[in-house]
């Protein structure tokens, strides 16, 4: 089955809906959907723990929205391997949000003579069929570390290039760590 359109669920208030227990009876959710995001940190992991990426730049939300897992996944591959092809291996990637509400859907049945067969409900609670990160104005989505200034304008155009795979404005800081204060 096809995903729905990010507009039903991109833009729209939500209440976070998030509930799940070991304990079956405690679950208002009685089944969730795994995650579709692989991993959250990539490239040189160890490298960023020691200081070697002096420059950071983040990819900051500028309006609340919901996230889907699928397009964060999209982001992650699609940087994951643009970067490695431009820059080397020489970077480092992490995802900053993580997809905790549950996405549900009343399925309706479309099609010639559906009406007579369904007419709904009004507020219908829906089976879950997704997930999706609440992201706030002023968050952090990713963060990606480089070693030069040249290595910094290939990492440019690559978030530029992802801001169609988002349904929120985004905009992107930059960040300098000095390696000289950070050792001592």
């Known amino acids: 089955m096809a995903l729905r359109k990010g507009s039903a669920y991109s833009k729209r208030y939500t209440r976070p809906y998030t509930r799940k227990s070991k304990k079956k009876s405690k679950s208002y959710i009685k089944t969730i959907p795994n995650s579709r995001i692989v991993k959250f940190k990539m490239g040189d992991i160890k490298g960023y723990g ?3 990426y002096p420059i950071i730049l983040s990819v900051v939300s500028k309006e609340r929205v919901q996230l889907r897992d699928n397009a964060i996944e999209a982001i992650r591959q699609y940087l994951n391997r643009f970067v490695q092809a431009r820059i080397g291996k020489e970077f480092y990637l992490e995802i900053k949000v993580y997809p905790h509400h549950i996405l549900r859907e009343n399925k309706m049945l479309t099609g010639a003579g559906a009406d007579r067969m369904q007419t709904g ?3 219908a609670f ?3 069929i997704g997930r999706a990160a609440l ?4 968050q952090i989505l990713l963060r990606l570390g480089v070693k030069t200034p040249k290595q910094e ?3 440019r155009k690559l978030i530029s290039s992802i801001k169609a795979k988002l349904p929120c404005k985004v905009t992107t800081r930059k960040e300098i760590i000095n390696l000289n204060t950070q050792k001592a």
Request: charged share 45%; proline share 6%.
């Open 50 to 52: 020691n200081g070697r």
């Open 121 to 123: 409900m009004s507020r």
């Open 126 to 128: 829906g089976k879950t």
């Open 135 to 138: 992201i706030e104005p002023e």
């Open 153 to 155: 304008r290939e990492a």
